[in-house]
């Protein structure tokens, strides 16, 4: 099982009042630094053109900008960074890749996330599309990155991108592993046509060792298993009721004006992962506190056991101070299950 961190590029991850941090470079630059040394595996920078954690108001920053400034600053954690298709062509999209991986030396891999914020798209100036031609654009611009690195050597004119091998790209080895985000049958299908792993949204352990299961059955026999990624917020603290009575504070300072308004966009966008969130889930962006990981060392240890034996692959962490969080959890949890693992 591996580790990594969301880069905070929105500023931070809680809807909370009067709490509306910014986006910082020199942050994430340290937390990278110290994510490497503490034996993390990856850190991955999220793309939204609105920021959809703090609402349309608020900054967000350029997740490629960001971990490409990243890739200065480190030697090994691989770099995952989001791609929403429409929002910039497959070749731009590609040559962005292709120079992340050159200059990270092959760390990069790239996150394919269809978008469910109509709003974004509007102001991107980008049909937003119903869901099936959503996956439809993303199964055009995932064959148009590998035609342009190289991986494919034919012109395609499509429904949405008409797309040409230049002749003087030469094949990229190796190429970035393809992320997708999503669990619907679309994504789904996405996932096994190009993808290495499929990246989930926070859900119960019960809930998540179901949905791997399905994924499994549906594999064809002889076919690479994708890698299972999972979102998580991480709230520890020396005891269980010290986490809990945390995680009460945090549900008491909620922001449930900003949540109201963003909730009218989820309802608007018709997006099916976002059905029947309450006020209490959308405390953080990606419903992370579903997963269990509130409580002591002892619980939090436990329950990471839990999801490795659940199928999850990869762990992809959020902490209330990233620099913090993330650091006493690779010390408490992280360090000494990745020894357990290799004895």
Same mark, same amino acid.
């Given at each position: 099982?591996?580790?990594?961190?969301?880069?905070?590029?929105?500023?931070?991850?809680?809807?909370?009042?009067?709490?509306r941090?910014?986006?910082?470079?020199?942050?994430?630059?340290?937390?990278?630094?110290?994510?490497?040394?503490?034996?993390?595996?990856?850190?991955?920078?999220?793309?939204?053109?609105?920021?959809?954690?703090?609402?349309m108001?608020?900054?967000?920053?350029?997740?490629?900008?960001?971990?490409?400034?990243?890739?200065?600053v480190?030697?090994?954690?691989?770099?995952?960074?989001?791609?929403?298709?429409?929002?910039?062509?497959?070749?731009?999209?590609?040559?962005?890749?292709? +120079?992340?991986?050159?200059?990270?030396?092959?760390?990069?891999?790239?996150?394919?996330?269809?978008?469910?914020?109509?709003?974004?798209?509007?102001?991107?100036?980008?049909?937003?599309?119903?869901h099936?031609?959503?996956?439809?654009?993303?199964?055009?611009? !995932?064959?148009?990155?590998?035609?342009?690195?190289?991986?494919?050597?034919?012109?395609?004119?499509?429904?949405?991108?008409?797309?040409?091998?230049?002749?003087?790209?030469?094949?990229?080895?190796?190429?970035?592993?393809?992320?997708?985000?999503?669990?619907s049958?679309?994504?789904?299908?996405?996932?096994?046509?190009?993808?290495?792993?499929?990246?989930?949204?926070?859900?119960?352990?019960?809930?998540?060792?179901e949905?791997? +299961?399905?994924?499994?059955?549906?594999?064809?026999?002889?076919?690479?298993?994708?890698?299972?990624a999972?979102?998580?917020?991480?709230?520890?603290?020396?005891?269980?009721?010290?986490?809990?009575?945390?995680?009460?504070?945090?549900?008491?300072?909620?922001?449930?004006?900003?949540?109201?308004?963003?909730?009218?966009?989820?309802?608007?966008?018709?997006? +099916?992962?976002?059905?029947?969130?309450?006020?209490?889930?959308?405390?953080?962006?990606? !419903?992370?506190?579903?997963?269990?990981?509130?409580?002591?060392?002892?619980?939090?240890?436990?329950?990471?056991?839990?999801?490795?034996?659940?199928?999850?692959?990869?762990?992809? !962490?959020?902490?209330?101070?990233?620099?913090?969080?993330?650091?006493?959890?690779?010390?408490?949890?992280?360090?000494?299950?990745?020894?357990?693992?290799?004895?």
């Open positions: 099982m591996k580790f990594g961190l969301w880069l905070p590029v929105y500023g931070g991850w809680l809807r909370l009042r009067n709490h941090p910014l986006p910082d470079f020199e942050q994430c630059s340290q937390l990278a630094v110290q994510a490497e040394s503490d034996g993390y595996d990856y850190l991955y920078g999220s793309e939204n053109l609105l920021n959809c954690v703090y609402g108001d608020a900054e967000v920053a350029d997740p490629w900008m960001f971990v490409a400034g990243l890739a200065t480190t030697q090994r954690i691989g770099l995952v960074v989001a791609s929403k298709p429409g929002f910039c062509s497959p070749l731009l999209a590609a040559q962005m890749a292709r +120079s992340l991986q050159r200059m990270s030396h092959g760390r990069c891999s790239v996150n394919i996330v269809c978008g469910w914020w109509p709003e974004e798209f509007r102001q991107a100036g980008v049909d937003y599309l119903d099936a031609g959503r996956y439809r654009r993303a199964n055009e611009y !995932c064959e148009g990155l590998q035609r342009f690195w190289g991986l494919e050597n034919t012109t395609s004119e499509g429904e949405f991108f008409s797309t040409e091998t230049p002749p003087q790209v030469t094949p990229l080895n190796p190429a970035p592993p393809i992320w997708v985000s999503g669990q049958e679309d994504g789904l299908a996405l996932a096994r046509r190009y993808g290495e792993t499929l990246f989930l949204n926070s859900m119960p352990v019960a809930e998540l060792r949905t791997i +299961s399905g994924i499994r059955e549906l594999e064809a026999p002889g076919s690479a298993p994708l890698k299972i999972v979102s998580a917020f991480v709230l520890m603290a020396e005891t269980d009721a010290l986490a809990k009575a945390r995680y009460q504070k945090l549900q008491v300072q909620r922001d449930d004006a900003l949540i109201h308004d963003l909730r009218t966009a989820m309802d608007e966008s018709g997006a +099916s992962s976002w059905e029947g969130l309450t006020r209490e889930k959308m405390l953080d962006s990606n !419903c992370g506190f579903d997963i269990g990981l509130i409580g002591s060392p002892e619980t939090i240890a436990r329950r990471v056991s839990e999801l490795k034996d659940a199928g999850v692959d990869v762990l992809m !962490c959020q902490f209330e101070d990233m620099l913090k969080g993330s650091h006493q959890f690779a010390q408490h949890i992280m360090q000494p299950f990745q020894i357990r693992c290799t004895a």
